[in-house]
């Protein structure tokens, strides 16, 4: 009898611990639930406010705003997105303003013509720069920014909270828990920035351009 109230007490046992692991789960599946379901709301929230969200001193006209996975992605217009560092009509302007960076001459070819660019360096960032005579400044053909000292005009640098980072280019704060990457493009023309989070801080900077140079 003592065995048989021994093997009772322990069905009932493994019986309460496969219930409780059930309702585990299923508050787990529900909490999931729930997080999916605010993160589409706040995601239709942004699609729908984040146009008339841009930053005017920027003259920032968003349009096309989209998620993919951790990605927020969106185009918009304004002169800073070619020049984060400034307007520049030669490079001895563009020294002059960061006398603390390395300026690399390095020679290319462009439909077989002869072509100067200038890489802008120091610790693992660079900045690539071309002087182009149609706007008589030097633009941006490439960049890769890993480090504080390459601050951009507006006050973006490596190490930055993504709060803060909102604070830039927005005039109205909002959350972006879960996403990593920002990519801003261009309206007007061949630049792309590309903004990536770890831990809620900036870790990296890439900008593409459209310019057929190699942009490493």
């Known amino acids: 009898m003592k ?3 021994l093997k009772v007490s322990a069905f009932a046992l493994l019986m309460f611990g496969c219930i409780a692991e059930v ?9 999931s639930l729930v997080t ?7 995601r239709k929230l942004l699609v729908d406010s984040l146009p ?4 005017k001193n920027l003259n920032m006209d968003i349009q096309q ?8 992605s969106f185009v918009t217009t304004g002169w800073f997105f070619y020049y984060p560092y400034g307007k520049h009509a030669t490079i001895a302007s563009f020294r002059k303003a960061y006398p603390q960076f390395t300026v690399i001459e390095e020679k290319a070819s462009l439909n077989n013509d002869a072509m100067l660019l200038y890489r802008v360096k120091q610790k693992n960032s660079f900045v690539k720069l071309i002087y182009q005579p149609d706007t008589e400044r030097m633009e ?7 480090d504080t000292e390459f601050t951009f005009k507006n006050g973006v640098k490596i190490g930055m909270q993504k709060e803060d980072f909102i604070k830039e280019f ?3 704060p909002f959350s972006l828990k879960g996403y990593n990457h920002i990519k801003i493009i261009s309206a007007l023309d061949g630049i792309n920035h590309n903004y990536h989070f770890e831990d809620n801080t900036l870790r990296s900077i890439e900008l593409k351009t459209d310019y057929m140079f ?3």
């Open 3 to 5: 065995n048989v109230s």
């Open 23 to 31: 309702e585990k789960k299923d508050k787990s599946n529900l909490k």
């Open 36 to 42: 999916d379901e605010i993160l589409a709301e706040n």
């Open 52 to 55: 008339g969200w841009g930053n």
């Open 65 to 72: 705003v989209e998620f993919h996975r951790d990605t927020l």
């Open 140 to 146: 941006i053909v490439s960049a890769k920014i890993n």
């Open 170 to 172: 927005f005039s109205h």
């Open 214 to 216: 190699n942009q490493n």
